[in-house]
């Protein structure tokens, strides 16, 4: 009733606009702007561009059965940069790592690993997104349109954070104008590193430790449908398997080191379990305390593992990333 009596007043001259008039001018204001405008080009900035495949769907669904009606989606490549100054060094805050430590491990653990200096706060910019990266050289305009924003890059080099998929895309990018350096995201590996882990121990007695924990849903454990939820149980394992290893070591009154000479073969697989999951943690925990030689050294340390579980894309473009960090001196002291 409000909704008709609105347009009787607007027809009548009596309302002055409606709210159609408001989102028309929203989408105008948002047509005109130019994030480029926002970019900071002073010298000596330090850019660290990162690409992703976004998804949008609609809002609402079509009219009709909203169980048999799909909502329509739409696929981009979201650009944005990070630019830092560089001489602006500061000490790492703790205050800045992550708050939640199980049985003060973290705690215990972080006393032995040298912070990172961080430099002051960035400044990020959304830029104008680029087409869907379904095919190659969707990402590689995606990456041509930094070259446009920026009009130039440092030393004709920029520095490119992406996923695994969009990372095997630009394996074969070349621009004579800019080199550009590709860093695999450690977020999206320290997930796949948690699957690889699933696999290879699955038929180990995994699940049943998971299940003593109260998974109840064992199939979004495999599939990581929660990331944090599966790190934390993977976690939760690796603290029972160690403390199990320790009680039995110092029951046999042995080194660590001996347990491969020992003919207990199912204490072996859990052993190597302890290990793989040690490098796991480490490099989540390189990751809350930006420590990229940490990160680095259990990838490197891990790496065996994503062929072993046939996880072959990762597999490869880690030891692309790893031997691309050995060619560039430059990239890893700016990581």
């Known amino acids: 009733m409000i909704g008709i009596l609105h347009k009787i007043f607007h027809e009548v001259n009596i309302v002055l606009y409606i709210k159609d008039h408001e989102v028309h001018v929203q989408k105008r204001r948002m047509s005109a702007v130019d994030p480029r ?19 949008t769907k609609d809002s609402t669904f079509q009219y009709g059965n909203i169980y048999d009606a799909v909502r329509s989606t739409a696929h981009a490549t979201l650009r944005m940069v990070f630019q830092f100054q560089r001489p602006d060094l500061v000490n790492l805050n ?69 996923d695994e998929a969009i990372y095997r895309r630009m394996k074969d990018y070349k621009n004579n104008e800019q080199t ?50 599966t790190f934390k149980v993977l976690e939760l394992i ?10 039995y070591i110092d029951e046999k009154n042995i080194s660590i080191n001996d347990i491969s000479k020992e003919n207990n073969n199912l204490l072996k697989v859990w052993y190597n379990f302890y290990q793989w999951a040690g490098y796991l943690k480490l490099h989540k925990i390189g990751i809350h305390m930006a420590n990229f030689d940490l990160q680095a050294y259990s990838l490197m340390a891990f790496a065996p593992l994503f062929p072993r579980t046939r996880k072959y894309r990762y597999a490869e473009s880690v030891a692309q990333f790893l031997s691309d960090l050995q060619n560039n001196p430059q990239l890893l002291q700016d990581l």
């Open 94 to 162: 703790n205050e800045l790592l992550e708050n939640q430590c199980l049985f003060d491990i973290d705690i215990s653990i972080k006393k032995y690993i040298k912070s990172a200096s961080f430099v002051s706060t960035p400044n990020v910019v959304i830029l104008q997104p680029g087409e869907a990266p379904s095919e190659n050289k969707h990402v590689h305009h995606a990456v041509d349109m930094f070259l446009e924003d920026f009009g130039y890059t440092e030393d004709g080099t920029l520095n490119v954070v992406c």
């Open 180 to 229: 550009v350096h590709c860093i695999l995201g450690q977020w999206r590996t320290n997930k796949a590193m948690c699957s690889a882990l699933i696999a290879a121990f699955s038929g180990y007695g995994l699940f049943g430790l998971a299940k003593q924990l109260g998974i109840r849903f064992l199939d979004k454990l495999v599939q990581i449908a929660d990331y944090r939820a």
């Open 37 to 55: 405008t926002r970019l900071d080009m002073r010298p000596n900035i330090l850019n660290i561009a990162v690409i992703d495949n976004i998804d």
């Open 238 to 247: 690796w603290i029972a398997v160690g403390t199990a290893i320790h009680l």
